[in-house]
T-cell receptor, first 117, second 109 residues
């Protein structure tokens, strides 16, 4: 299957700093990538849809100025959490689909666990 | 609104069979997915149903009834490594995935 990588896998930062998370499709071109956030014991919550070469589409309630998304190439999307606060601590996961698989299923990156002190 | 319901937690015994149910109400339907998620890891794809009926894949099977808005994931010959959360997700008319909260499956020896 398709491979999606994420970096870093874990980050701890101080309140007020910005954190950048990278999501890469390793063996396919991803025109669209999805960014999710998952709090403990809760389901995946779609934050935004990242589109290569254009602006991201944010879900209702997600602040686009706080969660900056850049999808500059067909294999890389980045999510920057600006001025992070403790309530932003969560598990951030990206996903994409090569569009050539049998079921058009999403392939997920391994996730990034963000802890804001 | 759109809604996916599945039990929060289930317990089963190693070697046994367990069925995890999922009911949904969504704006349109373009398929239902089951994913497995181990603690602290990302979800991995298990199955996809878009037509009514049973799809079997090894120890795992998934069933869909579109008229009832219902699916289940059946796990046979349970192994300890099957302890994980199982997520049901429906693709709506906009091809957006709507996720259930997941069912935490605990396997006991």
């Amino acid at each position: 299957g398709a491979v999606v990588s994420q970096h870093p896998s874990r980050v701890i930062c101080k309140s007020g700093t910005s954190v950048k998370i990278e999501c890469r499709s390793l063996d396919f071109q991803a025109t669209t990538m999805f960014w999710y956030r998952q709090f403990p014991k809760q389901s995946l919550m779609l934050m935004a849809t990242s589109n290569e070469g254009s602006k991201a589409t944010y879900e209702q309630g997600v602040e686009k100025d706080k969660f900056l998304i850049n999808h500059a190439s067909l294999t890389l999307s980045t999510l920057t959490v600006t001025s992070a606060h403790p309530e932003d601590s969560s598990f951030y996961i990206c996903s994409s689909s090569p569009g050539t698989s049998d079921y058009n299923e999403q392939f997920f990156g391994p996730g990034t666990r963000l802890t804001v002190l | 609104g759109q809604n996916i319901d599945q039990p929060t937690e289930m317990t089963a015994t190693e070697g046994a069979i367990v069925q995890i149910n999922c009911t949904y109400q969504t704006s349109g339907f373009n398929g239902l997915f089951w994913y497995q998620q181990h603690a602290g890891e990302a979800p991995t794809f298990l199955s996809y149903n878009v037509l009514d009926g049973l799809e079997e894949k090894g120890r795992f099977s998934s069933f869909l009834s579109r008229s009832k808005g219902y699916s289940y994931l059946l796990l046979k010959e349970l192994q300890m490594k099957d302890s994980a959360s199982y997520l049901c997700a429906v693709m709506d008319s906009n091809y957006q995935l709507i996720w259930g909260a997941g069912t935490k499956l605990i396997i006991k020896p």
